[in-house]
Every structure is written in C-alpha cells, then in structure tokens.
C-alpha cells in the first residue's frame, strides 16, 4: 500500500558503538550516539518493515515497532546480523570498533607498584558491512553503509562503497565544526552507482526518513531481469 510500501519486507539495522573487553572491568569504544541508526530503523518500521535492530550500548531509547537485539562487542554484533536470518536491506550504522583486545582476560588486569604498564595487543574486527555485502544467494538485495569523513569526503565514499561491496553509501561530514557527531542534525551525500547525491542539512531523523523512502522506492522497483 501507499503509505506502507515496506510491508513484507525485512529490514537490518545496525546502531551505536561496540564495546571490546579489555578485561572485565575495561573497554575500548567510541562516541557513536546510536541516534541516527536508531531513527532508520524506526523509520523503515513506520514504512512498515519487519526491522531488526542490532544495537551497541546506547543511551537513546529503544524505538516503537522493532525487534531490537542488544550486543557489545562487534564479534556479537556480527553473530546477531548473521542470526537474522534472510532480509531485503541492510543499513550499518553502527560505528564498529576496528579493532579488539587480542588477548581480553578474565579477571581484571592489577596495577601493581613498579610494574610497567601492560602492553595493549589488538586485533582486527570483522567487518561487518563487507561480510553483509558479499556476493551469494543469501546477499540482501540492497546494502547500505556509511562514511564518516572530515576530509575528501566523496572521494572516500566512492572508494568506501567499492572497496566493502555495498550499494549505497551514506557520507556524512562529520568535521567537528558542522556538530554531527553525537548533534542533532547531519549534512549527507547519498553515493550509489548512478553517481552522487547532495542532500540539506536535515534533523538526524528527517535523514532517516528520506533513506527509508528511498530503501522503499528501490526495493519496489521491478527486477532487472
Ligand atoms: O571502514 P569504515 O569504518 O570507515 O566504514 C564505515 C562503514 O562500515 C559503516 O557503515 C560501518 O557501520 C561499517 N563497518 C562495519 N564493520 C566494521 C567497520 C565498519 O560494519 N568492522
């Protein structure tokens, strides 16, 4: 129907930071506010997807219409994408750690007097967008990811969008004088194969809604045969 061109459809967002135990006390993560993921994802279920949401620790509320399932680590946000079983699109969001704890422990790390500090080792993470976007039965036909650049921002979505193998690029410049990061409001350029476009200065959840109804017209496009 109109105003619910998504029903039928099955949706996978990702959203938030990852958390990389250091030991059990101790992480690695970033500043990802989880808000612009968050509002794809309610977004697509106002379209009326069927959305799985696969979300870091965030503080912004859980949104209406989802099934939300809570990880920390990218190892676990990798093994609930993977849970979801088939979907229609992807959208990562998500601002996954590149890289763990090579060896997180158990118990917590002692400081101890006149002992160096211990060496942190880490290792890569999966990538979560390129493992989403491989070639094969099973490839959700639209996969969205994002670049989060302060400079050459097209260029390195264009480059970003070949190098993981996805579709859609959503770029967002997120220099510290345009208050993207953690703000309310995000300036994006939408890169695909028919080639780059400028969108305003919009509401994190405005963005949202534009994406979503634009994953919805895509999706509703007849097949190439
Ligand atoms: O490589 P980079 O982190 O700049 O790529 C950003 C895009 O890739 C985002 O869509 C992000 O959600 C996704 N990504 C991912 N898994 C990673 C790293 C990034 O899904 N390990």
Same mark, same amino acid.
């Given at each position: 129907?109109?105003?619910?061109?998504?029903?039928?459809?099955?949706?996978?967002?990702?959203?938030?930071?990852?958390?990389?135990?250091?030991?059990?006390?101790?992480?690695?993560?970033?500043?990802?506010?989880?808000?612009?993921?968050?509002?794809?994802?309610?977004?697509?279920?106002?379209?009326?997807?069927?959305?799985?949401?696969?979300?870091?620790?965030?503080?912004?509320?859980?949104?209406?219409?989802?099934?939300?399932?809570?990880?920390?680590?990218?190892?676990?946000?990798?093994?609930?994408?993977?849970?979801?079983?088939?979907?229609?699109?992807?959208?990562?969001?998500?601002?996954?750690?590149?890289?763990?704890?090579?060896?997180?422990?158990?118990?917590?790390?002692?400081?101890?007097?006149?002992?160096?500090? /211990?060496? &942190?080792?880490?290792?890569?993470?999966?990538?979560? #967008? +390129?493992?989403?976007?491989?070639?094969?039965?099973? =490839? !959700?036909?639209?996969?969205?990811?994002?670049?989060?650049?302060?400079?050459?921002?097209?260029?390195?979505?264009?480059?970003?969008?070949?190098?993981?193998?996805?579709?859609?690029?959503?770029?967002?410049?997120?220099?510290?004088?345009?208050?993207?990061?953690?703000?309310?409001?995000?300036?994006?350029?939408?890169?695909?194969?028919?080639?780059?476009?400028?969108? /305003?200065? &919009?509401?994190?959840?405005?963005?949202?809604?534009? #994406? +979503?109804?634009?994953?919805?017209?895509?999706?509703? =496009? !007849?097949?190439?045969?």
């Amino acid at each position: 129907t109109q105003d619910r061109p998504l029903a039928g459809k099955r949706a996978l967002v990702t959203s938030g930071p990852t958390r990389e135990a250091i030991d059990p006390v101790r992480y690695i993560s970033n500043h990802s506010s989880g808000k612009q993921g968050h509002a794809i994802a309610a977004a697509l279920a106002r379209l009326g997807a069927e959305v799985t949401l696969v979300s870091g620790p965030v503080t912004v509320p859980d949104p209406a219409g989802v099934k939300i399932v809570k990880i920390e680590s990218a190892d676990e946000m990798l093994a609930a994408c993977l849970a979801a079983g088939a979907i229609d699109v992807a959208v990562c969001a998500a601002a996954v750690a590149d890289w763990k704890a090579a060896h997180p422990v158990t118990a917590k790390i002692k400081k101890q007097n006149g002992v160096p500090p /211990p060496r &942190l080792e880490l290792a890569p993470n999966p990538d979560i #967008l +390129a493992t989403l976007s491989k070639p094969g039965p099973t =490839r !959700p036909s639209l996969v969205v990811g994002f670049a989060a650049e302060t400079e050459n921002l097209i260029a390195n979505a264009v480059d970003k969008r070949k190098r993981k193998g996805c579709d859609w690029i959503v770029a967002n410049d997120v220099s510290p004088a345009t208050g993207t990061f953690g703000g309310e409001r995000n300036t994006v350029h939408l890169v695909s194969a028919e080639g780059v476009e400028d969108w /305003p200065t &919009l509401a994190k959840e405005e963005v949202a809604v534009r #994406l +979503a109804v634009r994953i919805a017209d895509h999706l509703g =496009r !007849p097949r190439p045969a």
